[in-house]
């Protein structure tokens, strides 16, 4: 897996060294000497890493790292520090930064590597994620701004083999606000995660009942826990249960001793990444429900009804069966809007909406198609099916009791067209769309002009029955 690497480092041999070792591993590397030129070129080059020196003058790894945080081009390029200091409290005082990981020096190129292609992985997931709710703009949808997310009342899971650990544990998560929950074995941690789920696995490597990369490895797999991020307990001679978790998706790691403001801060930015991603999801979720929705009554708008009558279309053709379609009008719509203002013809369009759905099956597609006209589509329909169904339509709208204003009614009325296809006719899915909906609207508008209120049929291209 290849990737952009930015080293940032004022020792030019150390420079020369990280840049000759990730290069033989065939990853893209750019340097920078100093802490201002790194915030100079991580923005315009967009490396998929930092690796990101402590100890260098005038401005030290820590404020390049928080100012690189703080930058909304730069905040999700994961960075890695590399020390020579070893003491728990600064690698605290780094992840508070925004940092992701630390390497001590002399770096070990396995650990490297292997942080190296868990955080890439990382950040191509979250890069994905983003490019998807950044093409929303295309659609319109403008995104509620939060901020950040806030971990306080988030759940943790921890399989923990030790009892006085555990309750070391579950203090130094509860100093953030994270509650947590203990279990003793794979098989108990799986049935609590896929029945209730939470924001952080903690996995104890010491697990000796059973293999715990098997627990990392079906939390993976499973849908329910995918993207649920897992923290590592493990002893300094883990190394290669290290490698092997990252690769099975792991996504950070605390050696113990376990220092407790460590793990309350890498519980913290994992949770935070998390929640994040979950606010993508939902963001992305929601911009298509409004790509595709009609905010006004609700109902499902016409590119959705476009695309979704397509792809009937092609099942029908290769399923065989029929499939009809409706167009509807409200009957002198412009009168509402005229005589009692836009607030009451939009009231009588929620109306007639509410009407529709009340009306039509499970299984059928309601549209609002543009302006005062709807359309539904009828799977497994045949005309005189959907002839019947436009004619109870129709006599449920002149039935409703419409007031635009206060203790004046206004009555409401529809004119429907249908039409019908059949897997014969059906040669291509998009132009038999085309074809389906020219027809309902051919219909629809015979109807109009013999008086409307009625709803009219037509049978073959240019022959048209009235219903009623």
Same mark, same amino acid.
């Given at each position: 897996?290849?990737?952009?690497?930015?080293?940032?480092?004022?020792?030019?041999?150390?420079?020369?060294?990280?840049?000759?070792?990730?290069?033989?591993?065939?990853?893209?590397?750019?340097?920078?000497?100093?802490?201002?030129?790194?915030?100079?070129?991580?923005?315009?080059?967009?490396?998929?890493?930092?690796?990101?020196?402590?100890?260098?003058?005038?401005?030290?790894?820590?404020?390049?790292?928080?100012?690189?945080?703080?930058?909304?081009?730069?905040?999700?390029?994961?960075?890695?520090?590399?020390?020579?200091?070893?003491?728990?409290?600064?690698?605290?005082?780094?992840?508070?930064?925004?940092?992701?990981?630390?390497?001590?020096?002399?770096?070990?190129?396995?650990?490297?590597?292997?942080?190296?292609?868990?955080?890439?992985?990382?950040?191509?997931? /979250?890069?994905?994620? $983003? =490019?998807?709710? %950044?093409?929303?703009?295309? #659609?319109?949808? !403008? *995104? +509620?701004? @939060?901020? &950040?997310?806030?971990?306080?009342?988030?759940?943790?899971?921890?399989?923990?083999?030790?009892?006085?650990?555990?309750?070391?544990?579950?203090?130094?998560?509860?100093?953030?606000?994270?509650?947590?929950?203990?279990?003793?074995?794979?098989?108990?941690?799986?049935?609590?995660?896929?029945?209730?789920?939470?924001?952080?696995? /903690?996995?104890?490597? $010491? =697990?000796?009942? %059973?293999?715990?990369?098997? #627990?990392?490895? !079906? *939390? +993976?797999? @499973?849908? &329910?826990?995918?993207?649920?991020?897992?923290?590592?307990?493990?002893?300094?001679?883990?190394?290669?249960?290290?490698?092997?978790?990252?690769?099975?998706?792991?996504?950070?790691?605390?050696?113990?001793?376990?220092?407790?403001?460590?793990?309350?801060?890498?519980?913290?930015?994992?949770?935070?990444?998390?929640?994040?991603?979950?606010?993508?999801?939902?963001?992305?979720?929601?911009?298509?429900?409004?790509?595709?929705?009609?905010?006004?009554?609700?109902?499902?708008?016409?590119?959705?009804?476009?695309?979704?009558?397509?792809?009937?279309?092609?099942?029908?053709?290769?399923?065989?069966?029929?499939?009809?379609?409706?167009?509807?009008?409200?009957?002198?719509?412009?009168?509402?809007?005229?005589?009692?203002?836009?607030?009451?013809?939009?009231?009588?369009?929620?109306?007639?909406?509410?009407?529709?759905?009340?009306?039509?099956?499970?299984?059928?597609?309601?549209?609002?198609?543009?302006?005062?006209?709807?359309?539904?589509?009828?799977?497994?329909?045949?005309?005189?099916?959907?002839?019947?169904?436009?004619?109870?339509?129709?006599?449920?709208?002149?039935?409703?009791?419409?007031?635009?204003?206060?203790?004046?009614?206004?009555?409401?009325?529809?004119?429907?067209?249908?039409?019908?296809?059949?897997?014969?006719?059906?040669?291509?899915?998009?132009?038999?769309?085309?074809?389906?909906?020219?027809?309902?609207?051919?219909?629809?508008?015979?109807?109009?002009?013999?008086?409307?209120?009625?709803?009219?049929?037509?049978?073959?291209?240019?022959?048209?029955?009235?219903?009623?």
């Amino acid at each position: 897996m290849s990737a952009r690497i930015l080293v940032v480092d004022d020792v030019p041999s150390n420079v020369k060294l990280l840049e000759a070792r990730l290069a033989a591993e065939y990853y893209e590397v750019r340097t920078a000497q100093s802490g201002p030129a790194a915030l100079e070129l991580a923005p315009v080059w967009a490396p998929d890493l930092i690796l990101l020196d402590v100890m260098m003058p005038g401005m030290d790894g820590f404020e390049v790292c928080a100012r690189l945080k703080a930058n909304g081009a730069t905040e999700h390029i994961p960075i890695v520090m590399v020390t020579a200091l070893g003491e728990s409290c600064e690698r605290v005082r780094g992840l508070e930064a925004g940092a992701d990981d630390f390497l001590t020096k002399p770096v070990d190129d396995e650990t490297l590597f292997a942080r190296v292609r868990s955080l890439v992985r990382l950040k191509r997931i /979250l890069d994905e994620w $983003r =490019l998807r709710a %950044e093409t929303t703009s295309q #659609l319109g949808v !403008r *995104l +509620r701004q @939060e901020p &950040a997310p806030s971990v306080r009342g988030t759940r943790a899971v921890a399989l923990v083999v030790d009892t006085l650990e555990w309750q070391r544990v579950a203090a130094a998560l509860a100093a953030e606000g994270i509650g947590a929950d203990r279990v003793t074995n794979g098989h108990e941690a799986m049935a609590r995660l896929t029945s209730a789920g939470c924001d952080l696995v /903690l996995l104890d490597l $010491r =697990l000796a009942s %059973e293999d715990p990369l098997r #627990l990392a490895s !079906r *939390l +993976r797999a @499973e849908e &329910a826990t995918r993207d649920t991020p897992v923290l590592l307990l493990a002893e300094p001679n883990h190394r290669q249960l290290l490698f092997r978790g990252f690769d099975l998706g792991a996504n950070d790691y605390i050696l113990r001793p376990l220092d407790a403001n460590e793990l309350r801060v890498r519980a913290r930015n994992q949770i935070r990444r998390k929640l994040y991603q979950d606010r993508l999801r939902a963001d992305l979720a929601y911009s298509i429900s409004l790509a595709v929705t009609d905010p006004l009554t609700g109902l499902h708008n016409q590119r959705y009804l476009r695309g979704h009558l397509k792809s009937l279309l092609a099942s029908l053709q290769a399923g065989g069966g029929v499939l009809a379609a409706m167009m509807l009008d409200l009957d002198h719509f412009k009168s509402i809007n005229d005589r009692y203002g836009h607030a009451a013809g939009d009231a009588a369009l929620q109306a007639v909406a509410t009407a529709i759905r009340k009306q039509v099956r499970l299984f059928d597609t309601v549209a609002r198609y543009g302006g005062e006209e709807f359309a539904i589509v009828m799977p497994g329909a045949t005309a005189a099916d959907a002839a019947v169904a436009a004619e109870r339509l129709r006599r449920e709208i002149a039935g409703l009791r419409f007031e635009p204003l206060p203790g004046v009614t206004h009555a409401l009325t529809i004119s429907i067209g249908v039409a019908a296809v059949g897997a014969e006719e059906v040669d291509d899915g998009e132009a038999a769309a085309e074809i389906l909906l020219r027809r309902a609207d051919e219909a629809l508008y015979q109807a109009k002009r013999q008086g409307r209120n009625q709803v009219v049929v037509l049978q073959n291209e240019g022959e048209h029955v009235s219903a009623a």
